[in-house]
């Protein structure tokens, strides 16, 4: 009898235990497992009321210590780093993204950890945004000092694989078909420092895939939404021969402004996202390529690999720009000849294609002329928003108005299911499950482990 109440204790014990574990388990894991049962799932943010989203694909988590520029307003920054390509953003709604970092030498180095420091507000510790074009060390060189210091919630990566020796590339899962490789060290380096976890927060690290829409940068609310969205690079004949390629042609805008970048990027990628350009007029399909239309204007246009003759052809600026607008238009040359670059940059070819279709001198901005470049987007004398070059020098260029946007550009975002009007959360249905039979458990434990000893003694095991 003894043997057969220890047994009961135990039993009973183990079943107290295990629910403790499915407790756990459904605290930690309550999302995953919502997402796994269908409880919750994804869509377009534009089908759904704000109050049912439950989280943003490009949510940021953490301690948020906001930069300058959150009373509305947009700075682009390309910093002057020699030979390579870095550029800032003050956000309107107080974000920060950093499109590249520099080469790897000190005083790129120095360049960009100066602007930060200063440029940004002295509390200024994260960025929101990191993304790297591509894994030449010209543009990832310096970045893993700059996130090491300054990690980022969310960092796009390109599709690149690192196949340094010893190293495991992290996120060698999440890369896409006809990924390219990389054996550098630099590279490397701003890999480990992109994945790092920090006391606030493991980044989101992305591999930038511009057939993904949901990887869509919005920020800002109404009037002051602002977006980036990836348009290449799109694989059309498979894998790309030359690195440069696995860059992304970006378009950021805000308030009708359209900023392009590019990193390296090289004709074959800007033929492949013209062509795109070209069979989204016909095609049928609403999608973010139908915003070129023959009266898109892109106002400020960063030159391809850093004004290489390879790059910024004809043809991508005819998608860019209206004739008009390409002569309104600044172009940006993050470059310096000197600053041991062989090939040069920039080609006379390309600021000779520039000047043939009537741009101004003085709207060609180089980093090797000017240094720091920094263009504005910011309420004028008159009230109204225009493009300022400087801090000064006030020169609007009348935006187009802003294309509507297609529907399928908006985040996805996770909503949970419903049933006769009741959300359907894994929480509340498992815990109060639990509750239950802890509640049962404990009757049973009263019932038969405390049986023999009761006052009354009618304990079961009296039998
Ligand atoms: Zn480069």
């Not at 009973?12 to 309550?30: K, N």
């Amino acid at each position: 009898m003894q043997r057969r109440k220890k047994l009961t204790l135990i039993t009973d014990l183990a079943a107290l235990a295990i629910i403790a574990i499915a407790l756990a388990v459904s605290m930690a894991w309550s999302r995953d497992i919502e997402l796994k049962l269908g409880l919750l799932y994804y869509v377009s943010a534009a089908d759904v009321d704000e109050k049912d989203i439950v989280v943003l694909e490009q949510k940021t988590d953490g301690v948020r210590v906001s930069a300058s520029g959150s009373d509305g307003g947009l700075s682009v920054h390309y910093v002057d780093v020699g030979q390579g390509d870095c550029c800032i953003m003050e956000l309107p709604d107080g974000k920060t993204m950093i499109i590249d970092g520099a080469n790897r030498f000190n005083h790129h180095k120095t360049a960009v950890m100066d602007f930060i420091k200063n440029t940004l507000p002295s509390d200024f510790k994260y960025f929101d945004y990191a993304i790297l074009t591509h894994a030449d060390a010209d543009h990832c060189g310096s970045l893993d000092d700059v996130l090491n210091a300054y990690p980022a919630y969310v960092v796009y990566r390109p599709n690149v694989k690192s196949t340094y020796a010893g190293f495991t590339d992290p996120g060698a899962d999440d890369l896409l078909p006809y990924h390219d490789e990389a054996s550098s060290a630099t590279y490397k380096d701003f890999l480990v420092s992109a994945y790092k976890t920090n006391d606030d927060f493991t980044p989101q690290v992305i591999v930038t895939d511009a057939t993904d829409d949901t990887q869509t940068i919005y920020g800002g609310d109404g009037d002051d939404e602002y977006t980036l969205t990836f348009y290449s690079p799109l694989y059309a004949n498979g894998a790309y021969s030359d690195a440069n390629n696995y860059s992304s042609i970006m378009i950021f805008e805000y308030r009708g402004f359209k900023f392009a970048l590019s990193g390296d990027a090289e004709k074959e990628n800007e033929a492949e996202f013209v062509a795109k350009v070209e069979s989204a007029k016909t095609d049928g399909v609403t999608d973010k390529y139908d915003v070129f239309t023959d009266t898109y204007n892109v106002n400020v246009i960063k030159a391809g690999h850093h004004g290489s003759r390879t790059s910024t052809s004809q043809a991508f600026l005819d998608v860019l720009t209206t004739e008009s607008g390409a002569r309104s238009a600044y172009y940006i040359f993050s470059c310096n000849a000197d600053d041991g670059n062989k090939y040069g940059h920039p080609h006379a070819e390309t600021l000779d294609r520039l000047k043939a279709m009537g741009v101004p001198d003085e709207n060609i901005l180089r980093t090797d002329r000017v240094g720091d470049i920094t263009l504005s987007v910011r309420v004028d004398d008159n009230g109204e928003y225009s493009l300022f070059y400087g801090d000064n020098a006030s020169k609007p260029i009348e935006p187009d108005d802003p294309p509507e946007l297609p529907p399928c550009i908006y985040p996805e975002v996770l909503i949970y299911r419903e049933f006769m009007g009741i959300k359907l959360k894994w929480g509340v249905v498992a815990w109060s499950g639990y509750a239950a039979l802890v509640i049962a458990a404990a009757l049973h434990f009263v019932l038969t482990g405390n049986g023999g000893k009761s006052a009354n003694g009618k304990g079961r095991e009296r039998k």
